[in-house]
């Protein structure tokens, strides 16, 4: 079975400061890693996502998370944050082939000016 | 390009009436068709997916069902709203990849 735990479920930042969002993860067999973010009143979105290759991986409105196995963790940053960058992200992983995905507990942004 | 909408937006039922959300795919051919439930300051709960027509996975037993009439339609139903309904559902698809699930932009339920 699988398990994501997103460490901090409200993180408060000033405008221009840099972030990081926490996300560890268990599995048994492989997976698929994922971070969506959730504006109010709205679905999720996908904001990047790592199935191989390089650790480091891009994603959309300036986000980047970095795969570490060893850690078993998939942190998401971003080095200047915006007012907009407020809401919720998720981090999730699904077993390589499986028709799963196992969605952590979420993690409120709120940026303040 | 696909798309995916749900209707309706925002639903208000009072206690043990009857409950019908509709999801709709475009653009894709036999998705997979997940339902979520996000209950006020909680994470996503699987409620129920499908790999096909007429093929429905139930992972929370409660009085909710789905139901897979058409390839890429998925309808939430129930025939006793509870207090415990309310939340926001949400309806996402995967192709054959499913690795990436894409979200509608969810019903806000309230049950009184």
């Known amino acids: 079975a699988q398990s994501v735990t997103q460490l901090d479920s409200q993180v408060p930042v000033f405008e221009e400061a840099p972030v990081e969002l926490r996300c560890n993860y268990s599995?048994?067999?492989?997976?698929?890693l994922f971070w969506y973010v959730q504006y109010p009143n709205q679905g999720l979105q996908l904001l990047l996502k790592?199935?191989?290759?390089?650790?480091l991986v891009k994603g959309i409105n300036g986000f980047e998370a970095e795969f570490n196995k060893s850690q078993t963790s998939f942190h998401l940053r971003k080095p200047s944050v915006h007012i907009s960058d407020t809401a919720e992200y998720f981090c999730?992983?699904?077993?390589?082939?499986?028709?799963?995905?196992?969605f952590g507990a979420g993690t409120r942004l709120f940026v303040k000016a | 390009s696909q798309t995916i909408h749900q209707w309706p937006a925002t639903l208000v039922q009072p206690v043990g009436s009857p409950l019908s959300l509709e999801c709709t795919v475009e653009g894709t051919s036999n998705p997979n068709l997940y339902w979520y439930r996000q209950a006020a300051g909680r994470g996503l709960q699987l409620l129920f997916y499908s790999v096909g027509i007429g093929q429905i996975s139930s992972e929370v037993p409660q009085n909710l069902s789905a139901s897979r009439p058409q390839d890429r339609q998925f309808i939430l139903s129930s025939k006793k709203l509870l207090l415990s309904d309310s939340g926001f559902y949400l309806c996402?698809?995967?192709?054959?990849?499913?690795?990436?699930?894409?979200f509608g932009p969810g019903t806000r339920l309230t049950v009184l």
């Open positions: 599995s048994s067999v492989s997976v698929y």
């Open positions: 999730a992983v699904i077993p390589t082939g499986g028709f799963k995905t196992i």
């Open positions: 790592y199935l191989s290759g390089s650790t």
């Open positions: 996402a698809w995967s192709g054959a990849s499913t690795d990436t699930q894409y």
